[in-house]
């Protein structure tokens, strides 16, 4: 069974930058799209980039486009979520989540949460 | 884009109780585009129906989702203190996703 490990949030300044780290046990990432979640204090989640099984087709919100920048390891057990210009609306906890198959909606595996406070 | 609107925001209804929850989407969607979680607070999402109307692995049959095209619905149909929670849509699309606001189920 797939476990997804979440790591790399902190504490870091406005117009700062860094890196997620979403690991894979049990399988790889090969098979299935990917897609970082995140969830501000207190509120709802938000869908914030998604790449396909394919390694290569990527997708992001409107919230991080131009800031956020998602890719897989060659290895294809890791995800990344790279940002820069963080601000103080990205503080959330970020969540990955690998979908349940290739064709219905549903993400069946959920890490656990890493959180990223953007504050001065 | 299409956005969802998730109603009513609170649900508080007593054990043994049917729970309807509503999902509505801005645009028609695909059929199997639709999915719903649950969240219990400091936990993680967890997956009860994907592709509309599927249950998860494990998920307790008073669980369904239904709907078409724009209006889709997760029913509970006899509450148990344990589905307190916070209960969320979320669709696929081409290239976007998106999640509804949320509805909070409170068991009295």
């Known amino acids: 069974e797939v476990q997804l490990l979440e790591s790399g949030g902190t504490v870091v300044q406005p117009g700062g930058s860094l890196r997620l780290s979403c690991a894979a046990s049990?399988?790889?990432?090969?098979?299935?799209?990917t897609t970082w979640v995140r969830q501000s204090p207190g509120k709802g989640l938000e869908w914030v980039s998604t790449i396909k099984a394919d390694g290569t087709t990527t997708y992001y919100s409107d919230s991080v486009k131009g800031r956020c920048t998602i890719s897989r390891d060659r290895s294809q057990t890791t995800i990344f979520l790279q940002m820069i210009s963080l601000r103080v609306d990205d503080t959330a906890t970020y969540y990955c989540?690998?979908?349940?198959?290739?064709?219905?909606?549903?993400?069946?595996?959920w890490g656990q949460g890493t959180t990223v406070t953007v504050s001065s | 884009e299409t956005v969802l609107t998730q109603s009513p925001g609170t649900l508080s209804l007593s054990p043994g109780e049917r729970a309807t929850l509503s999902c509505r989407a801005s645009?028609?969607?695909?059929?199997?585009?639709l999915a719903w979680y649950q969240q219990k607070p400091g936990q993680a999402p967890r997956l009860l129906i994907y592709?509309?109307?599927s249950r998860a692995t494990g998920i307790p049959d008073r669980f369904s989702g239904s709907g078409s095209g724009t209006e889709f619905t997760l029913t509970i149909s006899r509450l148990e203190p344990e589905d307190s929670a916070v209960y969320y849509c979320h669709r696929d699309g081409v290239s976007t996703r998106a999640f509804g606001q949320g509805t909070k189920v409170e068991i009295k």
């Open positions: 049990g399988s790889t990432f090969s098979r299935f799209d």
């Open positions: 645009g028609s969607l695909r059929s199997g585009l």
């Open positions: 592709g509309t109307s």
């Open positions: 989540a690998k979908d349940f198959n290739a064709i219905d909606a549903g993400m069946d595996v």
